[in-house]
């Protein structure tokens, strides 16, 4: 099935909605976008797989390693605010590398698994402090994630949290943010104000003068 391009535009893209292949399976939910850090751009997205899709309802006592998966922009067939349907199978997205591969010291997890990465595939529920995250986007592409915390710059000052994103044809208009730190109304962020991110966070580039010309969020009618 062909992208059509009239049922696929960026602006519906929100966190949170269901993924559907094009066999109709439910892979998961929208968790993460991953945009271009210089015209912010939307190039990827990242599904959160459902614990079905995964197989973890067949074996629940089992530690699943990894149940994010990253699909292209290109994969989508269509999207509404609740649903994404894309091109691909079920089958071809289980072919997909996982969003968050992970390395242990200098060697990818596939080679030289010691005793305590074994151990840690086996019975803990926990990573082991060597075995490090690893997330599969480029260096010039931005992570936003649902529910991560937004910073004040490098003040050390929490804005809130990532509850949406908002998206004007391809281009991204910015984040709705939850008020939980500085903040005490939901608010958007706009596109201009995001800086970075790391594994921890989204930066803001504003300081607390910027903060009284944040406009309050109303959902579309």
Known sequence: MGTNESESHDEDFHLGAAIYSSDGIEIGKLSRLIVDKNDLTLRAFVAKESRRFTGHLLSPGSWLLADEVILPRSAVSSVAHERIVLTLTAADVRKLPPYLSYRYGDETFTEGLTEEAISALTSSPAIPASLEQVANKGADELEIEGGENVML??????????????????????VVILPDGVLKEEVILPRRFLQRSDDLALFADLSIGDLEHLKPFEPAG
């Open 153 to 174: 710059g490098n003040s050390g000052k929490r804005l809130g949290t990532v509850k949406d994103v908002l998206f004007d044809n391809k281009e991204l208009i910015g």
